[in-house]
């Protein structure tokens, strides 16, 4: 990988930073927004639901655009969206003495940029490499800048808010803006053949095609990776709350307790990254250990769950998690090819967003009913995701593509 190469990474990395910073960077605020604007817990975990609800309907479409048009041409303008989203929900916190909805508005438009901007990097990172190791040792960096932004978030989210409860939200198009730079002065786009560009009916119907092909695996992929956000969105919601509630550690003591699993998070994904490279095996015997030590740490924090085990055994789920993340994006981004990556992988993109914006309210609603329901639930998505890797993601074993098979092709 070439040093012009890594100037690429470096700026595409920026933006899953971006979008990650935008919504994990509220997650120990929610507890004073609440305060300050005087709403309840449902409606303060809104404030990340509707973001991601956007995101989920816009991610295909960009998906598809980036895929006609180009990925840097949806990038960079999705970028500057994201970053008035931001100034919107800032300048209504600061100045509107009712701001809740505008707030709310300012999310709705930084889903839009996120939609735009975020999904986009996996395919050109595929766009970029032919060697299927680069494509994973790319993949892992910018899974791990991503998870790295969860580590910092609630740091920064925290360290922010302790000045004014609001300045997280303008710190969004600050980083925006850097990111833009980043994006449109070193990020190369290879030239690709000229070809024909479909029309909406053709490129229906060759996704259609690929889903009847490769249905089986990309569904289950899919359904992974929502739930792996649905559970990590979710803990943290219910983390930051019990936090100040029950232990009563706030401001940027409670960012540091929250980067704790985040950590783990970030340095298992880095050396999955690094490690698993094109065996398609080694991919679901990593998920299928990630994702059942996730369950195994739920199960143990439902006997004990006082402070010390809370953070120790979120922990090993920051591991189980971060293992199970860049074999899921080196599968999609290597199982489909270049022409349709963009769409697919902008599909599994929304996917992990549903994950993200069904988390904090539901995760508030088992909050209310019992505490012991969080384990519950935790322990059984991540059973349900261990099932649905086992059965129904089986690589094939010849070294030839089957055009008629429902399991993922061998990569070359």
Not at 212 to 229: D, E, H, P, T
Not at 241 to 254: H, R
Request: glycine share 8%; net charge positive; aromatic share 10%.
């Amino acid at each position: 990988m070439g040093s012009g190469k890594k100037l690429d990474l470096l700026a595409l990395s920026s933006v899953p930073l971006v979008m990650t910073l935008g919504n994990s960077m509220l997650i120990p605020v929610l507890p004073l927004i609440a305060k300050k604007l005087d709403i309840s817990s449902f409606q303060v975990s809104l404030i990340i639901t509707v973001y991601s609800i956007v995101a989920i309907i816009l991610i295909p479409i960009a998906g598809y655009l980036s895929d006609r048009f180009g990925r840097k041409v949806v990038m960079v303008p999705c970028l500057i969206i994201a970053g008035i989203g931001g100034a919107v929900s800032g300048w209504a916190a600061w100045k509107i003495d009712d701001p809740f909805f505008i707030i709310l508005l300012g999310r709705i438009l930084q889903g839009i940029g996120s939609a735009g901007a975020a999904p986009v990097v996996m395919p050109l990172i595929g766009d970029m490499f032919k060697n299927d190791d680069e494509i994973s040792a790319g993949l892992g960096l910018t899974e791990t800048a991503n998870t790295a932004g969860k580590v910092l978030s609630p740091i920064i989210g925290a360290a922010l808010a302790s000045f004014l409860w609001y300045l997280p939200f303008w710190f969004i198009p600050f980083f925006s803006g850097i990111s833009v730079l980043l994006v449109f002065l070193l990020v190369k786009i290879p030239k690709k053949k000229k070809q024909e560009k479909q029309s909406f009916k053709e490129f229906t119907h060759c996704v259609k095609d690929i889903f009847k092909k490769n249905g089986r695996w990309l569904y289950s992929i899919f359904a992974v990776g929502c739930i792996i956000m649905f559970v990590l969105f979710g803990v943290l919601f219910y983390l930051s709350d019990i936090l100040e509630k029950q232990y009563k550690i706030d401001g940027i003591q409670k960012g540091l307790v929250l980067a704790i699993p985040l950590l783990a998070l970030s340095i298992s994904s880095f050396v999955s990254g690094k490690k698993i490279g094109q065996n398609q095996q080694l991919m679901k015997t990593v998920m299928i250990v990630g994702m059942g030590t996730v369950a195994i740490s739920f199960i143990a924090l439902r006997i004990q769950h006082s402070i010390i085990f809370l953070i120790s055994f979120l922990v090993f789920t920051g591991i189980g998690i971060g293992a199970t993340l860049p074999s899921l994006d080196a599968m999609i981004t290597e199982g489909i090819e270049k022409e349709e990556r963009g769409t697919i992988t902008s599909i599994y993109s929304s996917m992990r967003f549903i994950g993200v914006a069904a988390g904090p309210p539901a995760y508030s609603y088992f909050m209310t009913a019992s505490e012991h329901l969080i384990y519950y639930i935790s322990a059984g998505s991540s059973l349900i995701a261990v099932m649905v890797v086992l059965l129904f993601i089986k690589p094939n074993k010849g070294n030839e593509k089957d055009p008629n098979s429902k399991q993922m092709p061998k990569l070359a």
